[in-house]
């Protein structure tokens, strides 16, 4: 069996050395799957509108929910635009990760090609992710500029959040991949736990509308950092808590390690079960 290095050095040049097919396979993704639609790429940026229009009417409307924020309470359109800003980073992580565990055996006629780097596949459907999460975060920067009137300056910090979320993401989705070929299980459940997830994470309410004895449940939760963070920059106008950054930044880069050590390790076995 052909031992793969899983040092980090040798994932930067393979996807140095595999760039174009790396942007070619990920525009392909993000633009396919409109193919053969009438509105074709058009949908990118009408599925975020509706999405938008759905939480207005639902949680303002029918379950007249308001966020709270340093004791002032916000509109209803304030509201939609509080939440949709959670659910950007969150679909992020639920787009990546709800396809990881069958990434391979969707795509065996690359296992068979010895000289594919199937590690890139993760980092496609990263960049495929982030192109449709760009566009509902333009949407949002703009509903935000016309609701409120403004848009702070820290909004410019959001990439600093993105990053090691992007890392986080890529380290999980190597593990799913791996382990998604050898135990199929996994790819009929985790939307389930995608699920259980996006509840558990500070979406759709704030932190500290929870009782005290779950807060310290949901800042267990990977997402809560980068949604609540993403929130302080993009609508708040708040700057990132630096020292809890450098601590999930080092938290992310270790996942991504360990799963792509994870991806490297059993690869060679890909072939025999695919």
Same mark, same amino acid.
């Given at each position: 069996?052909?031992?793969h290095s899983a040092s980090p050095a040798s994932l930067m040049r393979s996807?140095?050395?595999? =760039?174009?097919?790396?942007?070619? #396979?990920? !525009?392909?993704?993000?633009?396919? !799957?409109?193919?053969?639609?009438?509105?074709?790429? +058009?949908?990118? @940026?009408?599925?975020?509108?509706?999405?938008?229009?759905?939480? $207005?009417?639902? +949680?303002?409307?029918?379950?007249?929910?308001?966020?709270?924020?340093?004791?002032?309470?916000?509109?209803?359109?304030?509201?939609?635009?509080?939440?949709? &800003?959670?659910?950007?980073?969150?679909?992020?992580?639920?787009?990546?990760?709800? !396809?990881?565990?069958?990434?391979?055996?969707?795509?065996?006629?690359?296992?068979?090609?010895?000289?594919?780097?199937?590690?890139?596949?993760?980092?496609?459907? #990263?960049?495929?992710?982030? +192109?449709?999460?760009?566009?509902?975060?333009?949407?949002?920067?703009? $509903?935000? %500029?016309?609701?409120?009137?403004?848009?702070?300056? $820290?909004? @410019?910090?959001?990439?600093?959040?993105?990053?090691? #979320?992007?890392? +986080?993401?890529?380290?999980?989705?190597?593990?799913?991949?791996? $382990?998604?070929?050898?135990? =199929?299980?996994?790819?009929?459940?985790?939307?389930?736990?995608?699920?259980?997830?996006?509840? @558990?994470?500070?979406?759709?309410?704030?932190?500290? &509308?929870?009782?005290?004895?779950?807060?310290?449940?949901?800042?267990?939760?990977?997402?809560?950092?980068?949604?609540?963070?993403?929130r302080n920059v993009l609508i708040w106008g708040q700057s990132i808590s630096?020292?809890?950054?450098?601590?999930?930044?080092?938290?992310?880069?270790?996942?991504? %390690?360990?799963?792509?050590?994870?991806?490297?390790?059993?690869?060679?076995?890909?072939?025999?079960?695919?």
């Amino acid at each position: 069996m052909q031992r793969h290095s899983a040092s980090p050095a040798s994932l930067m040049r393979s996807m140095i050395k595999n =760039r174009r097919l790396l942007f070619d #396979l990920a !525009r392909r993704d993000a633009v396919g !799957r409109y193919k053969g639609s009438v509105l074709g790429i +058009f949908w990118s @940026l009408l599925t975020p509108l509706l999405m938008l229009t759905v939480y $207005t009417l639902v +949680f303002s409307e029918v379950f007249k929910s308001r966020w709270q924020n340093g004791g002032a309470q916000a509109s209803k359109a304030e509201f939609a635009v509080v939440l949709f &800003s959670g659910m950007i980073l969150f679909n992020l992580f639920a787009e990546c990760i709800g !396809r990881a565990p069958t990434l391979i055996l969707t795509n065996s006629n690359f296992v068979k090609k010895i000289v594919f780097p199937l590690e890139i596949l993760p980092c496609v459907n #990263l960049f495929s992710a982030l +192109f449709h999460g760009t566009v509902s975060l333009i949407i949002l920067l703009v $509903t935000e %500029w016309i609701v409120r009137g403004s848009v702070p300056w $820290t909004a @410019l910090l959001i990439p600093l959040i993105v990053a090691p #979320l992007c890392l +986080f993401i890529l380290g999980v989705s190597w593990f799913l991949a791996a $382990t998604g070929v050898f135990l =199929r299980d996994i790819g009929q459940t985790i939307g389930i736990v995608i699920t259980a997830m996006m509840f @558990l994470s500070p979406v759709f309410y704030s932190i500290t &509308s929870l009782p005290h004895r779950f807060q310290v449940l949901v800042y267990l939760n990977p997402m809560t950092f980068p949604i609540e963070q993403g929130r302080n920059v993009l609508i708040w106008g708040q700057s990132i808590s630096w020292q809890y950054w450098i601590v999930y930044s080092i938290a992310c880069i270790l996942c991504a %390690w360990l799963g792509f050590a994870w991806f490297q390790r059993t690869r060679g076995g890909f072939a025999d079960v695919v």
